[in-house]
């Protein structure tokens, strides 16, 4: 899917769900700009403050794209900014706090994921939006909360930092093997941009019927927490340190590659061994129990299913034994997932050009909240840094042109 493509177009009449919802963001790098990314995609109008000359950290990061001006734009900055204004203000003077300020009424959303303790020196912090401003929402995302004490509480938080405090990299490291940083991208900012956009969509409903607005305060720990619950839950339950549960949850080798199996109930190993020809498996007392599964892993179940699969890619080994009952799928590459046709049915992935001369266009994953009444796109491209600004405090807060240069001269505004 394209920029400003259009799926579902006759669902364009009914507008967006949060048509009207207007969020102030002062963020960086992913955990908050992906959720305003995805508050912008259901209709909301974003406007995100940066900082003059260099913008948001995201924007330096590498690899890297060079914009109409010749700055260098970063992955994190491309994938998560689509849909939203840009406005460069310099919020450590004073004049720049103030025209912060000044627009807080303007919208109902006020977000930010600094340190914590960084806006309440600046005179951004909740205190001060809501004493200009009782309705509004103000949503704080950072590594270990806000409102509630942490001894962690001052620690600089990306991503790595809660997804290893929450227990799954050691759960999941190999005995001997150094831990393994980001299994999986950026699980410990998106999962916890995801619980912000709930926090700020349950507080708008709440501010309708009690006419205030409120602190919304996610911790990424928290949401880590949340998202690896099986860690302190196995645990609980009697499973020694770093112990799975007795399931066929692993990898394993096709003749193009490798691909995963899933059995946790006897009927699904059943199927399994009835489907690659080891009948037998099914009155070997060895294997008998879950258990003897894990096992009996390496000596019986992987030569069994490795031997059956090495004549077949993984596609077809999965799909005979999907066609089974068996959960299974293969383990993509890259360039693997980009061709899918799954990807490209659900319009997962959104093609940015880029504005350097290189001919591939940037990916950006889509949004997968898909609904009926609600059209798929147009997507918007990222702001290039302070491309709004004139336009937000010209329409806003009702700065002249005269204004406009005299804060741009005085170095507040870029």
Known sequence: MR??????????????????VRVLALEQLQALPFATQLLARLGADVVKVEKPGTGESGRGSLPAMTDPAGRQVGATFLRNNLGKRSVAIDITRDAGRQLVLELVPHFDVVAENFRPGVLDRLGLGYDDVRSIDPRSVYLSVSGFGNTQPSPYRDRPAYAPVPEAMSGIYEMKRLPGAAPIPVPMG?????????????GVLAALRHREHTGRGQHVDVAMFDCMLSITDLVTNFWSMGLAEGQ???????????????????????????RLARRIGQDQWLTDPRLATRAGWIEHLETVVRPGIEQWAAGRTREQACAELGAAGVATAPCLRAGEVVTDPHVEAHDMLVEVDRTDGVAQPILVPGNPIKMTDVAIGPERRMPWLGEHTDEVLAAEIGLSAAELVRLRDAGVLG
């Open 186 to 198: 950026g699980v410990g900012d998106i999962g916890s941009a995801l619980f912000a956009v709930i």
């Open 3 to 20: 920029l400003g493509e259009i799926r579902n177009a006759e669902a364009l009449a009914s507008g967006k769900p949060l048509d009207g």
């Open 244 to 270: 799975l549960a007795p399931h066929i949850m692993h990898g394993f080798r096709a003749s193009d590659g490798w691909f995963i199996v899933m059995v946790i109930r006897e009927y699904e190993f059943e």
